[in-house]
């Protein structure tokens, strides 16, 4: 079952069969990107790109934090040929990183994506609201952007099926499972005498 593992966002998509990350910051998204691996594991991954896409290491670091052991099955698409084929063969639930990095034959893709049945998460390294109509994302159901802020980032929830556009904050070690907890107001306040 593909998941996030931040329970706020996997109850906004829990329905979803489409669900599309992007960010223009890489590095939070290649970060956010080997957790929901992880922590969605068993699961099968597919790279587009002839290079790139996955640090072993990351995984396994990843793997001790949530403890998790599951297999990641990788199939990797080096031409924009191999794309739409590589989806069809994977069946049904998978994790797609960069869909578009060819820039091309992005139809096929959107179709290939559409026509294979189970849950799919998207991840893109762009600017959806850029090239959002260019490359499909009518056919998401939901699209989430990723931001870097000062102290972490925030998941910006552009489309949804059941809410608006809405903000989650998040602090930076929380991609690593490091919760915030109830916050310092709690602390003060269950602290202080009476």
Not at 81 to 90: A, L, Q
Not at 152 to 174: D, Q, R, T
Request: net charge neutral.
């Amino acid at each position: 079952m593909l998941s996030t593992g931040f329970s706020t966002l996997d109850r906004i998509i829990q329905r979803d069969e489409i669900v599309e990350f992007y960010s223009t910051d890489y590095n939070l998204l290649y970060e956010f990107y080997h957790r929901v691996i992880v922590v969605s594991s068993p699961v099968k991954v597919i790279i587009v790109g002839e290079r790139g896409g996955l640090n072993p290491l990351l995984i396994e670091r990843f793997k001790r934090i949530f403890q998790r052991d599951g297999d990641i099955y990788i199939r990797r698409a080096f031409k924009i040929e191999d794309v739409k084929p590589t989806i069809e063969e994977m069946g049904d639930e998978f994790i797609l990183i960069n869909p578009y990095h060819h820039g091309k034959n992005y139809t096929e893709i959107v179709a290939a994506i559409r026509k294979t049945k189970g849950r799919k998460f998207l991840f893109s390294n762009m600017d959806r609201e850029v090239n959002g109509s260019l490359f499909g994302s009518h056919s998401v159901h939901s699209m989430i952007r990723l931001e870097r802020g000062e102290r972490g980032f925030k998941a910006i929830v552009v489309k949804s099926l059941i809410l608006e556009e809405v903000e989650i904050p998040f602090g930076y070690w929380e991609i690593f499972g490091k919760d915030q907890g109830e916050g310092l107001m709690k602390w003060i306040l269950t602290s202080s005498p009476p």
